[in-house]
Nanobody, 113 residues
Framework: QVQIVESGGGLVQPGGSLRLSCAASGFTFSSSAMHWYRQAPGKEREWVATAWAAGGRTNYADSVKGRFTISRDNVKNTVWLQMYSLKPEDTAVYYC??????WGQGTQVTVSS
């Protein structure tokens, strides 16, 4: 069965960094675009970044461009979201998504002093 498991969330001070991981199994990872989404309290879930299946292409929401980096390893079936210069408005539950079909359970990121 499909499993998508995020990890790496936590509490960080403004300006700090975190790296989220998403380990996936049960589907053809190398053929799937992998996405990160986030949902802040009281807000709708929003797209953050995408690592496309081939060619190393990536895309980012304007709100995180230049601060976040998405990467993937098709051997380890893992996708990462490296987050730098974190702001309080980055506080949210971060979700990994595979091919707009499968979701993980999310990992909480809190940016606060």
């Amino acid at each position: 069965q499909v499993q998508i498991v995020e990890s790496g969330g936590g509490l960080v001070q403004p300006g700090g960094s975190l790296r989220l991981s998403c380990a996936a199994s049960g589907f053809t990872f190398s053929s799937s675009a992998m996405h990160w989404y986030r949902q802040a309290p009281g807000k709708e879930r929003e797209w953050v970044a995408t690592a496309w299946a081939a060619g190393g292409r990536t895309n980012y929401a304007d709100s995180v461009k230049g601060r976040f980096t998405i990467s993937r390893d098709n051997v380890k079936n893992t996708v990462w979201l490296q987050m730098y210069s974190l702001k309080p408005e980055d506080t949210a539950v971060y979700y990994c998504n595979a091919g707009h079909r499968f979701w993980g359970q999310g990992t909480q990121v809190t940016v606060s002093s």
